[in-house]
C-alpha cells in the first residue's frame, strides 16, 4: 500500500510511514508474544500488538479522511485491520481469562 502512494503528495507520505511502522509492529509484537517466557509477558505483548493494531486503523481512516486514497481502495485494507483487532482483542480477552 505505501508503495502505491504518491510520492510528490508529503501528506500521503507522512501518513504512509506512519501505517508501515504501526502495521509492522504488530507482527513484530506477535512474535515476542509467542515467545513470552511467561503469562504476564505474553498478555503484555499482546496488548501492544492491540494497540499498535488500533493505532493502524487510525492512519489508514486518515488515509482516507485526506483524500490521499479513495474509501473504495482502502475498504479490504480497512476491513482486514478490523479483523486483526477482532482477534487480537478475543487473544487478549481470553488471555486474561475474561471470556470462556
Known sequence: ???ELPKTDTVAQ?????VL???TSVGANYREASRGRSKAEFI???GDCLKEIEETEYWLELLVDSGCVSSTKMTGLLDETRQLIAIFTT???RA???QP
Open 96 to 98: 486474561k481469562g475474561l
Open 14 to 18: 507522512v501518513l504512509g510511514k506512519q
Open 1 to 3: 500500500m505505501y508503495s
Open 91 to 93: 487473544i487478549d480477552k
Open 21 to 23: 511502522r504501526s502495521g
Open 44 to 46: 503484555s505483548k499482546i
